[in-house]
Every structure is written in structure tokens, then in C-alpha cells.
């Protein structure tokens, strides 16, 4: 599709889609769980929707009433036997996730999903659920998708070191370790996002978490909740840059969640002199936020250590931010971006440079030299919805020529409205 260029200016509000990460739990939760659960603002993104389809293939009364979901929990010992192989899409969450769930269970399931899932790395969850005492293995002898998962309803628990910093290893085998006999310890690389851990309370779960280790003992049965999904603050990242190096711009965003193991690009933005205000408006356990954004003179930073998890899929978006501050701006220690939906280390790099960046690739992130101007191309998303958003922004600046993306439905997986609400903004 033709992208809009050349703004001159981007001035407005706009209500934040929901969490992604936080709407998949709800499904989950609100399944294994006793009782209903009720979800308020669920994100109905293609990603979302591949959760709550595979509990329905898994016999789970999910109601959709075009406001509230609602999931009729069967508990985890409820789950029934799909009559086919469940297709997760694009969603690297919802595969990884399920397998901890599925792992308690006294069936076979098979899990697959589309060309970018069969190209990501499951060994990360395999390796410590088989520990646990499941069966689970990838095709042909490899630990891709389509994954065969076969549950025991004797899981052991764990004590895990894990290899790499990500939520969504933890939280499966949180998932799994809330139907093993005994006391699972975690120990995580870095802190990543505890959204399950925060879920596992709410659902009237306990976990005891202190600093990176966290126990949890199983077995637990879970009550059903209401859930009220907050913005997602990944969504929110794109009209958060865009505020900043568009000219003549400001953008507020309301309702954007600010769990701390979310907000690393909030820090970015400060370090860089963006002029960024942030009100907040939840409560304690639930923080949110209104921000502001206006146009600003930025400088280049490195971006290393404790905080990428905090940050990890906004670097794309960080990386346009980058291109338009004075000096240099080094991402290290971010080699997971390669495994991402694309390998978001060359496609950032590959795709900002046809328009004119100046971004060297590394080993574990990006070198990027600001500012540069940047030109109209014929750019791809690769099928990755945070590719696609970041290189609508980056085409707001171009001057001269226009910017083709392909493969721009990927956008949906995580913001089918995003078009929409970015040209609410256009002055
Ligand atoms: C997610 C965790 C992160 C993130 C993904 C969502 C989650 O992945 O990139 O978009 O909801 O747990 P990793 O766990 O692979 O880092």
C-alpha cells in the first residue's frame, strides 16, 4: 500500500488499542480458572483472536458480545482433547504459552501456525516443560512448529535457570508448574514483563517473586475474575515517536498501562531530552497513564543491560527514533530481536536504509547515526506488524518521493485500527 508522507504536523488524542500481552492471559486464565471471567476492553488483533479461538478449540465456552468477553472457565482438569491441530496464526504467545497449560493435560495436541512461527525457536520452552515431565517435541526432529505436545498429569516441579531473558518462557512454565506436585523456583536472566505473575494473584493464586527468583507451588486451582485491559504501551510507542520527531506536533494518549517492566521506552525517550509528561490515572496494582508528546530536539544514547526486556518490542520504533537525534545511538545486548517475528535486527536496518538512515547491523542490536533525512522507497514489513508500524511513521518525515510498503496487513495482528487513528491526528 501507498503510505501517507510528508506530515507537517500531527496534532490530537487517541484511546490506545489494548494490551496484547495482557489480553492473551485473560483468555487463559479466565479458561483454567473455576468460574467466569469477564473481559473489558480485550484486543480484538488477529494475535488475541488465535488465543481465543484455540480454548474454544479446546472445549471452553468463550461469548463474545461485541463488548464484554466472556470465558466459562473449566479449570485446568476441564480442557478437552481439540478435534484438530490448532492454528495460532502468527502468535508466537499464544504457542509458547499453551504448551505450559497443555502440559498438565491427559491428551495430544498438535500446534501450528504460519511461516514466521514455523521459523521460531521452541526449544526454550520444550526443553524445561519436557523436564517437568511432558512430551512434547517439534517436527521432524527439529523444535520448530508444528509442535506435538502430550500432557502428564504428573508433572514434577522445576528449579530453572533461564537461558534467555523472555516472559514468555517464564510464564509457561509458570503455567505448568501451577499444575506440578510441589515447588517450582525460576530464576530469570532479567526481569521481564510479570504480567502472568500479576494474573496468578488476581485469579487468587500464590507466588512468591523477589527479585529475579520466583517460587510458585502447585498444585493450584484459580478462581474466574473481571479483567479491564489496559493500552498497550507497545501500541502506544508509534505515536509516541511520531509526537516527538514529526515538526509542529502534539499528541497526548490516554489510558496507555505503565507496568514498570513495560515502560523502558519511557526511559529511552527522557534519556534522549524528549519532551514527554506523564499523568497517571490508574491505581497502585493497575498503573496507567496519559502522556504527552511534543516535538523535540533529540541526542543519540546506548541502550544496553537491565533495560531491553523493558523495551525489547519497541526497539524497531526506538531505532526510527534514533535516525532523527543528533549523534549516535548504539542498541547492544538485544540479539533476541532476531528471533522476533522477523529478524527485526536486518529488517530495521535493511529497511530504514533504502530510505536513507544510516543503521549498521550488529551481532546483538544496532548502530545508528543521526539525524538523516529520509527518502521515499519501496519498503517490507516481512510479514511483522511492529515492522510495518515503524516504517509508517518513518515515511510521516519523507519529503520527497513516496513510500510503498508491502506486505502492510500484518499491521493487524496487534492494531487493525492503526491506520484509522493516525490519521485522526493529520492536520
Ligand atoms: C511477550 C513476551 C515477549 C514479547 C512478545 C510478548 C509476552 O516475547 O516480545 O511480543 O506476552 O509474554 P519473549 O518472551 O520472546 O521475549
Not at 496468578?200 to 473481571?226: D, H, M, Y
Not at 524497531?316 to 522477523?342: M, S, Y
Request: with cysteine.
Amino acid at each position: 500500500m501507498k503510505l501517507a508522507v510528508n506530515q507537517m504536523g500531527l496534532k490530537g488524542e487517541i484511546n490506545i488499542p489494548s494490551d496484547k500481552s495482557i489480553s492473551h492471559r485473560s483468555i487463559m486464565f479466565g479458561a483454567i480458572a473455576n468460574g467466569t471471567t469477564t473481559i473489558k476492553n480485550f484486543l480484538r488483533g488477529d494475535d488475541c483472536l488465535s488465543t481465543l479461538k484455540a480454548f474454544q478449540d479446546l472445549g471452553v465456552k468463550i461469548e463474545d458480545d461485541g463488548d464484554i468477553i466472556t470465558v466459562h472457565g473449566t479449570g485446568f482438569s476441564g480442557l478437552k482433547a481439540a478435534e484438530n491441530a490448532i492454528n495460532v496464526g502468527n502468535s508466537g504467545t499464544t504457542i509458547r504459552l499453551i504448551t505450559g497449560i497443555l502440559a498438565g493435560t491427559t491428551f495430544t495436541t498438535e500446534l501450528f501456525g504460519d511461516s514466521s512461527i514455523a521459523k521460531r525457536p521452541m526449544n526454550r520452552v520444550l526443553l524445561p516443560i519436557n523436564q517437568m515431565g511432558a512430551e512434547c517435541s517439534g517436527h521432524d526432529d527439529t523444535e520448530f512448529p508444528p509442535l506435538t505436545i502430550k500432557g502428564t498429569n504428573h508433572l514434577q516441579p522445576i528449579r530453572y535457570e533461564m537461558p534467555v531473558a523472555s516472559a514468555q518462557v517464564k510464564s509457561a512454565i509458570l503455567f505448568a508448574a501451577l499444575q506440578a506436585n510441589g515447588e517450582s523456583v525460576i530464576i530469570e536472566k532479567e526481569k521481564t514483563r510479570d504480567h502472568t505473575e500479576d494474573m496468578i494473584r488476581q485469579f487468587g493464586g500464590e507466588i512468591t517473586v523477589s527479585g529475579k527468583e520466583i517460587r510458585i507451588n502447585g498444585p493450584q486451582q484459580l478462581s474466574g475474575q473481571a479483567v479491564n485491559v489496559p493500552g498497550d504501551i507497545s501500541s502506544a510507542a508509534f505515536f509516541l515517536v511520531a509526537g516527538l520527531i514529526i515538526e509542529n506536533s502534539r499528541i497526548v494518549l490516554n489510558n496507555v498501562g505503565l507496568n514498570p517492566t513495560r515502560t523502558g521506552i519511557l526511559d529511552v525517550i527522557e534519556q534522549m531530552g524528549g519532551n514527554l509528561t506523564i499523568e497517571e490515572t490508574g491505581d497502585k496494582e493497575n498503573k496507567a497513564g496519559k502522556l504527552t508528546v511534543e516535538t523535540s530536539a533529540l541526542h543519540g544514547i546506548e541502550i544496553s543491560g537491565e533495560i531491553i526486556p523493558r523495551l525489547i518490542d519497541e526497539l524497531p520504533i526506538i531505532a526510527l527514533l534514533a535516525t532523527q537525534a543528533q549523534g549516535t545511538t548504539v542498541i547492544r545486548n538485544a540479539e533476541e530481536l532476531k528471533v522476533k517475528e522477523t529478524n527485526r535486527i536486518d529488517a530495521v536496518a535493511t529497511e530504514l536504509n533504502k530510505m536513507g538512515a544510516s543503521i549498521e547491523p550488529t551481532e546483538d542490536g544496532l548502530i545508528i547515526h543521526g539525524k538523516t533525512t529520509l527518502h521515499g522507497a519501496t519498503v517490507t514489513s516481512y510479514g511483522d506488524h511492529r515492522i510495518g508500524m515503524m516504517l509508517q511513521i518513518a515515511a510521516l518525515l519523507v519529503k520527497d518521493g513516496s513510500v510503498e510498503l508491502e506486505k502492510s496487513e500484518a499491521i493487524s495482528v496487534s492494531y487493525p485500527t492503526f491506520f484509522e487513528d493516525l490519521s485522526k491526528l493529520y492536520q
